[in-house]
């Protein structure tokens, strides 16, 4: 069974920072790629970013490049999003989600987590 475990949110000022992880178990990481995504209150659910292990490849959002920082421990079956320089517009609930590779578009991604909830004040 695949699943996806979500952890390391908080509550942290404007500036701060947080390392989300995404625990992966039921499939191996080498197959896939993982994208963290988030939703905040009255708003879709968006893609920030993602990263295949195969190639070590990886996408972000315009909106969080240059402050986040996605990669993988293929050891640990584990995804981690470094999140730096936080802005109160971060804040939301975090989900991961898995997608075979290559993955087409942000649709192609299920497997959601329960998510994490990130609160960023300012």
């Known amino acids: 069974e695949v699943q996806l475990v979500e952890s390391g949110g908080g509550l942290v000022q404007a500036g701060g920072s947080l390392r989300l992880s995404c625990a992966a178990s039921?499939?191996?990481?080498?197959?896939?790629?993982i994208g963290w995504f988030r939703q905040a209150p009255g708003k879709e659910r968006e893609g920030v970013s993602c990263?295949?292990?195969?190639?070590?490849?990886?996408y972000y959002v315009d909106s969080v490049k240059g402050r986040f920082t996605i990669s993988s421990d293929n050891a640990k079956n584990t995804v981690y999003l470094q999140m730096n320089c936080l802005k109160p517009e971060d804040t939301a609930v975090y989900y991961c989600?898995?997608?075979?590779?290559?993955?087409?578009?942000?649709?192609?991604?299920?497997?959601w987590g329960q998510g994490t909830q990130v609160t960023v004040s300012s």
């Open positions: 989600a898995a997608a075979k590779i290559p993955p087409r578009s942000w649709h192609d991604f299920g497997s």
């Open positions: 039921g499939f191996t990481l080498d197959d896939y790629a």
């Open positions: 990263i295949s292990s195969s190639d070590g490849s990886t």
